[in-house]
């Protein structure tokens, strides 16, 4: 079964708005919450990761907001630009295991100029 | 940086052939994976391995298989490669322990016809 859920699916947004993708997990051992973002025709790159010792973190205008007693994380952009036009996929790390990374099924972010 | 390279960006195949996607990666990483993307399935594990010689199943290994002879080497194999099979394959690596990023190659297109 999918052990992260996001959403929306796809995203549109105008040029200075701020999108929002929603992930929510129910695995409690997971303690590691990176997102990715892909560029069409390149592989998923790290953007930004939390802990769930903290309920915000920000880099540049991307900020990830996490939520432990709802078991849910959001990734917001700020100020969202056309070159922010990308999928993005949350994901949750438990501590052990090789494989021990799980993706949400990405949203697909369109930006307008 | 991390590198992580797949042979082909682009393969063209025909029903009922034997497929091989390489994947190198140069960083001496213990883990490697190999993922399908398909538009609103996100990532879809088909295999992994944590070691040389060593290899797991995904969530959706049935016509598939994997080789990895050497720690930066990691292939992967499709016997008799069928329509449904048509996809966006992805490899990355990882190092050992705790909350390692992934690193991916930019994917390999294959068309089966």
């Known amino acids: 079964q999918q052990q992260v859920k996001q959403s929306p699916q796809s995203l549109i947004v105008q040029k200075g708005g701020i999108p929002i993708i929603n992930c929510a997990y129910e695995?409690?051992?997971?303690?590691?919450f990176p997102w990715y973002q892909q560029f069409p025709g390149k592989g998923p790159a790290l953007l930004i990761a939390i802990r769930p010792d903290v309920s915000e973190k920000k880099e540049g205008r991307f900020t990830i907001s996490f939520n432990k007693s709802a078991k849910q994380f959001s990734l917001h952009i700020m100020d969202s630009q056309p070159g922010d036009s990308a999928t993005y996929f949350c994901a949750a790390s438990r501590p052990t295991g090789a494989n021990n990374l799980f993706f949400g099924t990405g949203t697909r972010l369109t930006v307008i100029p | 940086d991390v590198k992580v390279t797949q042979s082909s960006r682009y393969l063209v195949k025909r029903t009922g052939e034997k497929v091989f996607l390489e994947c190198v990666q140069d960083m001496d990483h213990e883990n490697m994976f190999w993922y399908r993307q398909d538009p609103g399935l996100g990532l879809r594990l088909i295999y992994f391995s944590y070691d040389v010689k060593m290899k797991e199943k995904g969530d959706i290994p049935e016509g598939y298989s994997v080789s990895r002879e050497k720690k930066e080497r990691f292939s992967l194999i499709l016997e008799s490669a069928s329509t449904n099979q048509t996809s966006m394959y992805l490899c990355?690596?990882?190092?050992?322990?705790?909350?390692?990023?992934?690193?991916f190659g930019d994917g390999t297109r294959l068309s089966i016809l």
């Open positions: 990355a690596s990882r190092g050992q322990g705790g909350n390692q990023p992934q690193h």
């Open positions: 695995n409690t051992a997971f303690d590691y």
